[in-house]
Nanobody, 118 residues
Framework: QVQLVASGGGLVQPGGSLRLSCAAS????????MSWYRRVPGKERELVAG??????????NYAASVKGRFTISRDNAKNTVYLQMNSLKPEDTAVYFC?????????WGQGTQVTVSS
């Protein structure tokens, strides 16, 4: 049974930091490209950051709005992908989802709420 369990969201003040985690099970995690998306009510889902499988270099990419503030990483031994979020802004408020993709397989986690507010 495939599972992607996201955690680490919460309420943080502007300028603060959070680290999201997404624990995967039920598939060969190391083979999958992993991504974080976010969704704000009334807006399109947005790709925040992605990291390729280690077999193709573990390369990362970021949305322009988060580049330099967010860092995606993966630990294949723990089947977990992380999103370190620094210098958070109110506009980062959203539900964050992790996503796994390999060939035609695509899996989504349940989402974790991040709220940036004073």
């Amino acid at each position: 049974q495939v599972q992607l369990v996201a955690s680490g969201g919460g309420l943080v003040q502007p300028g603060g930091s959070l680290r999201l985690s997404c624990a995967a099970s039920g598939f060969s995690f190391s083979m999958y490209d992993m991504s974080w998306y976010r969704r704000v009510p009334g807006k399109e889902r947005e790709l925040v950051a992605g990291i390729t499988s280690t077999s193709v270099g573990g390369r990362s990419n970021y949305a322009a709005s988060v580049k330099g503030r967010f860092t995606i990483s993966r630990d294949n031994a723990k089947n977990t992908v992380y999103l370190q979020m620094n210098s958070l802004k109110p506009e980062d408020t959203a539900v964050y989802f992790c996503h796994a993709e390999f060939a035609r397989a695509s899996y989504w986690g349940q989402g974790t709420q991040v709220t940036v507010s004073s």
